[in-house]
């Protein structure tokens, strides 16, 4: 068991990272009031029962898994379902699954009389690494991602590595690929074991050391106005990528490992690739080129014609680099199958 | 002119009080990027015009006027108004109109991209009085009212005293009813300039000095954790009138009078229900007592069958009593006509 704790002034938090810790949740969480768990239908229902049979007076609030979810019509309802059930202020959320499970609860905790008290217990390796330290709660509109939300700190976040017995492979491959990412640009410790070692077997510790790189980031940064700017290692062209495919057929790691790959220095390239193949991760992508461009000009973290962009000029650092989108349109047939 | 600094850390912010301010905005706010103006249809079509026409890109979003548009559909609208028209997270909303206005607007500005700048423009006493101050922004969810919304300090707060003249005599005395119950619990000058001198006639020293006591509570009291309940004077009952009136017979701040009269020491009684008359705001109600007794059972601010009301033992002075609902039941025949 380790505790990770996120210094945010009174906006302090703990992530608990422990194998079972999930059917020990209260012993870690004030589940002595009423409490909403809101999950989706991806998610084992067991692990919501696990955590019902554990609080005072229990809710659930159950979604249809996926992005098109992700909207104000279910914040709403998950708003609804806390007014019929009477919650005060004093009650709290709990979410049990992944990125959309804790964007959706965590606004809907934030704005429900202006903020009640939210537990993230992230299921996939991916929003543990990803979401478990930021703050950041959203859904989309239309099909903008992200537009609506709040910065919104949970009380609690719980990890528990044993969820990952019923995760596929590929999905544990996709959450590890936002850990390869933090260790290319901020932890060659990490990145070594990455290179050298088997992640899949070390999977709690490089949670733990991954989510340890972000907490620095966060802390330095909590609203997002600069040094934030790194996490986007391998986003500006992945989430190119990413929004050109409507069927999904790539996950959001997946692309992120894609565009990692031309943002980094020829030698630390090559270590790169290794990791990517050795997490069965795509190192090129057959990808439609006019499309894609298209898409990360309307990007909305582009500024003007210029984007500011990540390079990795070795493991372990990085530089923001001001390209303008012709350059990185020139970086897409690196990757391109 | 005068200045009021709200001092709540890096979300300080100032409220400027000056006549003419409204054609002068641009000098106090920075409109010289894309600014949303949002009003609704019962506010004089000229102060939207005159704010959008100092605005470098200005837009502007004008809802029906009333209690039924402060829904998360017509917060949805401005959001989709903002996207529409590529808003970034340096551009800024301005709330031009009343407490509707302002509360869904600053919701809005505070979940945009997780929060832009948001200035306020309130247009009644009601809301140059009581939401000039507190960062509260919030949308009804049925017929629960303010129970969706985030916390969002302004940026700067214009109060335009020359906007009273397109305002009929009853909103005013609506609006310094609120005044009223801040002098009565805090500022026993002001009290007395309500009981002795003209209000109408020196309704900005009013306004001034009413903002002034609520700015010492806010300070104290930013995330409305206890002293805020001060506040709350007049409305324990008054709301339980009010949510009964459903066809709005009287306004927020008729209400919070009747409500205030039965909550002090008799000699205070005496002096508060004379300005009241002053006022011409109402000292009696012809209400159906069973509905008001239902409503305030189901009042948010209950908690159990004790209830947390506002108390006055001496003008600038109160207790918070812990009181019965049959206790408080008990003093509704002291307004009833």
Do not use: W
């Amino acid at each position: 068991m380790s505790t990770i704790r996120v210094e945010l002034g009174p906006d302090s938090y703990d992530i608990v990272i422990s194998r079972g810790v999930l059917s020990r949740a209260a012993e870690e969480l004030n589940l002595n009031r009423k409490v909403l768990v809101v999950s989706d239908s991806g998610v084992p229902s067991q692990y919501v029962q696990t955590v019902l049979s554990q609080c005072k007076q229990g809710f659930s609030f159950v979604f249809p898994s996926g992005e098109e979810s992700k909207t104000l019509k279910t914040f709403e309802k998950v708003l609804v379902c806390m007014m019929e059930h009477n919650f005060s202020r004093k009650d709290c959320v709990v979410a049990v699954g992944g990125g959309v499970v804790g964007d959706l609860a965590g606004f809907a905790s934030a704005s429900y009389m202006r903020g009640i008290d939210f537990y993230n217990i992230p299921t996939t390796v991916l929003s543990q690494v990803d979401s478990s330290i930021g703050g950041k709660t959203a859904v989309n509109l239309d099909s903008v991602k992200n537009i609506v939300g709040a910065f919104h700190q949970p009380k609690k976040v719980l990890i528990d590595p044993e969820v990952f017995a019923t995760l596929p492979k590929r999905q544990i491959s996709n959450g590890l690929s936002e850990a390869l990412k933090m260790s290319a640009t901020f932890d060659p410790e990490l990145f070594d074991l990455f290179l050298k070692h088997d992640p899949f077997e070390q999977i709690d510790l490089v949670i733990e050391k991954s989510l340890l790189c972000k907490k620095n980031v966060v802390e330095k940064d909590e609203k997002e106005m600069g040094l934030r700017k790194v996490l986007n290692f391998g986003h500006t062209l992945g989430h190119g990528i990413e929004s050109t495919l409507l069927d999904g057929s790539l996950y959001h790691g997946e692309c992120v490992a894609l565009g990692m790959i031309p943002m980094c220095a020829p030698d630390v390239r090559e270590k790169l690739v290794r990791c990517l193949e050795k997490l069965e991760l795509p190192t090129s992508y057959a990808f439609d080129e006019q499309k894609v461009k298209q898409a990360m000009g309307h990007d909305k973290k582009a500024d003007g014609s210029k984007v500011s962009a990540v390079y990795v000029p070795q493991v372990g650092t990085f530089e923001i680099r001001e390209m303008s989108l012709s350059e990185l349109y020139g970086l897409l047939p690196l990757i391109q199958a």
